[in-house]
């Protein structure tokens, strides 16, 4: 069966093919068209499928990532929507939680409301926090306020949110029922609907986000399905969520919120499976594309999960100054420092790289389509590290010259050469994103001293030695085919979908039949959003975790229950499966009660087999593999030299290389320092050992 993977990134659309059974693959590259990238997702189905000398239509299933909603959120071009909130919580989202995120910065900015004040109207009605009604809903004032909302103010889409919707959605549901019999194509997102979770800044944002960028998520998902027909395509058609699950389109048009993130998930899905091929547990899975580079953990062969995302960063890329989401999400730290990121001088003198890029269009300097800015694929290419005759095996030439000139206009007031400015901003993005990788490694108590780093994306493989060293990492791993990655990616998940609900209660004083039912409602949603995509119920697995922590604390720690427990043995278990996990965390317990705060059940279908090596192989050796030398400049080695460069596709199992030197492939360039050594492995992954200081 033929599997296609494609995922739309900042500045390129990436695609993969894999024949199940047989090993085949292929991959595409292709420029992103932001004015509507589902144009660029048909072309390059067409343009692999000629490639192949096949059908479209021979093409089984496409699974599909995209930066739509990310992109939306942080443009501010999604729809107008409006708002009902409970009478008194109008002001929620201009209030914000009252913490500055810099005690020191007076210039500070937070992430103006997706829903303006105007279209946010009152509704009298009140839950407690038990799900009892304190005041019950006023269905007249719900209708009044939806028809206002529509008529006066011209709303496309609604965000319902109410106070406690999360204990008892009967609210919700009533009023999105009132708002659908009024207007039968107004799209609608409840609270209750979409993350009924404690906390109503963060749940109501998240609400607002989804309503936000439905219509536009549809419109796109009519837009890519109406062309995949066109072109001759009668296969399955997946997108992948933040989580690395598989969802319907109808699902992903109900739940867009949860499509932020989902190429880099993919990727993150790829690197663990790349882990469990060449038996590596734990990993720092780096990729660095056009727009943003990003890191994310793998212990034990799987990734880090979040639940908390902050989007369309407003304030020098700071956290704290986005949107704050609550999604399922991989837990991936990002930064602004990508091939395509522009390069400035601030005002004290300094070389700055990002985090504004380029992106496809105008692009990088040297890709000569208008754009004068220089980014650090411009820096990349000065340095030699770049042949502008194999940039994308050839298919675009990049022009040496304007990228030179971009950084030396740029950067004259420095007074420096331009090989040493291209340096300087090389190092700087590699020194960036290794502070921003000790930091995410660190807070989540993870040692990368002990772990292997898998190198993705256009411009990871570049870096990856060079951070690995500053991180003293002493393993990288450059994968066959890194700078589509995430394509490949996509074809590794599963179908699935996971439910977060707040469940507050003393673990001493639960009541195992209301427990038990809660569960079990839990589990038929998530599995009835399987069911609808056509899976059986026997090919289902259900996972179970618990957030918990000690009554009184702020914080919870997430406990997985073993699968073969049944619902109703599950409180009596969970003193020992909790005091396992908080030692695994703090290295100690307390004599204190216990207290559940939520519930997460996510049902998950069969995990699809994908082979790593998927013909990636090559058959010589590295001296017949050996292309020539490029002027590349190595400071470990003396500055510019006379570097070996050698075809990737040329390199049989087996074969070592010795750095400096480059190794090439059509979508991305492997660059191993002084001291680095590689061996490549039978799946075609490049497994280097870093020169890291103090290891030799």
Same mark, same amino acid.
Do not use: W
């Given at each position: 069966m033929l599997r296609l993977g494609v995922d739309i990134g900042g500045t390129f659309t990436d695609f993969a093919l894999v024949e199940s059974a047989g090993g085949r693959s292929a991959i595409h590259k292709r420029l992103t068209t932001p004015d509507d990238p589902a144009r660029a997702v048909i072309e390059g189905v067409e343009a692999i499928a000629a490639a192949e000398q096949i059908a479209v239509a021979d093409i089984a299933e496409i699974v599909h990532g995209t930066t739509l909603v990310t992109n939306a959120l942080i443009e501010r071009r999604g729809a107008r929507a409006g708002m009902l909130v409970t009478k008194g919580f109008r002001d929620t989202f201009d209030i914000g939680k009252e913490v500055r995120y810099d005690l020191y910065d007076l210039r500070l900015r937070f992430a103006d409301p997706l829903v303006e004040r105007r279209l946010r109207v009152e509704i009298p009605e009140r839950m407690l926090a038990d799900g009892t009604v304190h005041v019950p809903l006023d269905e007249e004032a719900v209708a009044a306020a939806v028809t206002h909302l529509v008529e006066a103010e011209g709303i496309t889409a609604l965000a319902i949110c109410y106070l406690h919707a999360y204990a008892d959605p009967a609210h919700e549901e009533r009023s999105a029922a009132i708002a659908r019999d009024l207007y039968p194509d107004l799209y609608i997102s409840t609270s209750s609907g979409v993350f009924p979770y404690a906390r109503e800044f963060e749940r109501w944002t998240t609400t607002c986000a989804n309503a936000y960028g439905q219509p536009m998520v549809d419109a796109y998902l009519a837009r890519l399905e109406e062309g995949l027909e066109r072109i001759g395509f009668t296969g399955h058609l997946a997108i992948i969520g933040s989580g690395g699950g598989l969802m319907t389109l109808s699902t992903a048009r109900q739940h867009p919120v949860r499509l932020l993130e989902s190429g880099p998930a993919a990727g993150v899905l790829m690197a663990a499976r790349i882990g469990q091929v060449l038996d590596v547990d734990n990993l720092l899975a780096f990729d660095l594309g056009g727009t943003t580079a990003?890191?994310? /953990?793998?212990?034990?062969?799987?990734?880090?999960?979040?639940?908390?995302?902050?989007?369309?960063?407003?304030?020098?890329?700071?956290?704290?100054?986005?949107?704050?989401?609550?999604?399922?999400?991989?837990?991936?730290?990002?930064?602004?420092?990508?091939?395509?990121?522009?390069?400035?001088? &601030?005002?004290?003198?300094? /070389?700055?790289?990002?985090?504004?890029?380029?992106?496809?269009?105008?692009?990088?300097?040297?890709?000569?389509?208008?754009?004068?800015?220089?980014?650090?694929?411009?820096?990349?290419?000065?340095?030699?590290?770049? &042949?502008? &005759?194999?940039?994308?095996?050839?298919?675009?030439?990049? &022009?040496?010259?304007?990228?030179?000139?971009?950084?030396?206009?740029?950067?004259a007031p420095l007074g420096l050469e331009t090989i040493r400015a291209a340096w300087g901003i090389h190092d700087i993005a590699n020194e960036d994103i290794s502070r921003a990788f000790r930091m995410h490694a660190t807070e989540r108590g993870f040692d990368y001293r002990r772990s292997a780093m898998v190198a993705s994306g256009g411009g990871g493989p570049i870096h990856a030695a060079r951070i690995a060293r500053k991180l003293k990492v002493p393993q990288v791993i450059f994968p066959a085919g890194a700078g589509v990655m995430s394509a490949f990616g996509m074809l590794v998940g599963a179908t699935s979908f996971e439910i977060v609900r707040s469940y507050r209660a003393i673990v001493g004083a639960i009541d195992t039949e209301t427990f038990t039912a809660t569960l079990r409602e839990i589990e038929a949603e998530a599995t009835a959003y399987l069911i609808e995509a056509g /899976?059986?119920?026997?090919d289902i697995t259900i996972e179970r975790r618990l957030d918990m922590r000690y009554a009184g604390q702020g914080y919870d720690i997430e406990v997985a229950v073993p699968g073969d427990r049944a619902a109703g043995d599950i409180p009596a278990a969970l003193p020992d499966l909790f005091a396992t996990a908080y030692r695994a965390t703090f290295d100690t317990t307390l004599d204190q009660p216990l207290e559940i705060a939520s519930l997460k059940v996510e049902a998950i279908g069969p995990r699809p087999e994908l082979p790593v090596s998927a013909g990636n192989t090559g058959v010589g050796s590295v001296e017949g593999a050996k292309k020539g030398t490029r002027r590349a400049y190595f400071p470990a080695a003396g500055g510019l030299v006379d570097c070996p460069v050698y075809d990737r596709y040329r390199i049989a199992p087996g074969e070592r290389l010795a750095g400096p030197c480059l190794v090439e492939e059509r979508e991305s360039t492997i660059l191993l320092d002084a001291g680095d050594v590689a061996v490549v492995h039978p799946s075609g992954s490049v497994v280097a050992t870093i020169a890291v200081e103090g290891s030799r």
């Open positions: 990003k890191g994310a /953990l793998v212990r034990g062969g799987r990734p880090f999960k979040a639940y908390t995302f902050e989007a369309a960063h407003t304030y020098k890329h700071k956290s704290g100054s986005g949107l704050t989401l609550q999604i399922p999400v991989i837990d991936m730290a990002e930064i602004g420092s990508g091939g395509g990121s522009i390069v400035s001088v &601030d005002e004290l003198g300094l /070389l700055r790289v990002g985090p504004r890029s380029a992106s496809a269009v105008p692009g990088p300097a040297c890709y000569s389509r208008g754009g004068t800015d220089p980014t650090l694929t411009d820096a990349n290419l000065t340095l030699g590290y770049l &042949d502008p &005759d194999f940039f994308l095996g050839g298919q675009m030439a990049l &022009d040496a010259a304007a990228a030179e000139n971009a950084i030396a206009a740029r950067t /899976l059986s119920p026997d």
